[in-house]
């Protein structure tokens, strides 16, 4: 696909989406070129190491019930934070990773899957109240 269109041929609606889509093609480029793919630090100053050990001393919450499942963490996070390392978002998704679902407002794709999660956890909840 060639993203690379002038807004003024794109429809008012879609052109949030065609922007967040040339942003992050753009971004994801550059992080794979000098960015840790997981904290989006220079390589020279990856955190991940550092975090692994934060969450294995300070995160790892008691586990619950085994009747309750952990709650989930769902992110939207703006398309200009994305590769950001100064953002904090990320933080939550590297230390939860199997809790955390990041979803990155106006990619098209992402914002589908937020609607089906939240569809399907508005399902189970009212399943669980019959």
Same mark, same amino acid.
């Given at each position: 696909?060639?993203?690379?269109? !002038?807004?003024?041929?794109?429809?008012?609606?879609?052109?949030?989406?065609?922007?967040?889509?040339?942003?992050?093609? %753009?971004?994801?480029?550059?992080?794979?070129?000098? %960015?840790? !793919?997981?904290?989006?630090?220079?390589?020279?100053?990856?955190?991940? !190491? !550092?975090?692994?050990?934060?969450? %294995?001393?300070?995160?790892?919450?008691?586990?619950?019930?085994?009747?309750?499942?952990?709650?989930?963490?769902?992110?939207?996070?703006?398309?200009?934070?994305?590769?950001?390392?100064?953002?904090?978002?990320?933080?939550?998704?590297?230390?939860?990773?199997?809790?955390?679902?990041?979803?990155?407002?106006?990619?098209?794709?992402?914002?589908? %899957?937020?609607?089906?999660?939240?569809?399907?956890?508005?399902?189970?909840?009212?399943?669980?109240?019959?």
């Amino acid at each position: 696909k060639n993203f690379r269109m !002038a807004l003024s041929d794109v429809c008012p609606q879609e052109r949030l989406h065609v922007r967040t889509e040339q942003y992050l093609q %753009r971004r994801r480029a550059e992080l794979a070129s000098s %960015r840790c !793919a997981h904290c989006w630090h220079c390589t020279s100053h990856c955190m991940c !190491a !550092a975090l692994a050990q934060l969450k %294995r001393l300070h995160l790892e919450p008691p586990p619950p019930p085994p009747e309750t499942p952990p709650p989930r963490l769902l992110i939207l996070q703006h398309y200009l934070e994305y590769g950001n390392a100064a953002g904090s978002a990320k933080l939550l998704w590297q230390c939860f990773p199997d809790r955390t679902d990041l979803f990155v407002f106006g990619h098209a794709p992402d914002e589908a %899957r937020l609607r089906a999660v939240l569809l399907r956890l508005h399902h189970d909840q009212q399943q669980q109240q019959q």
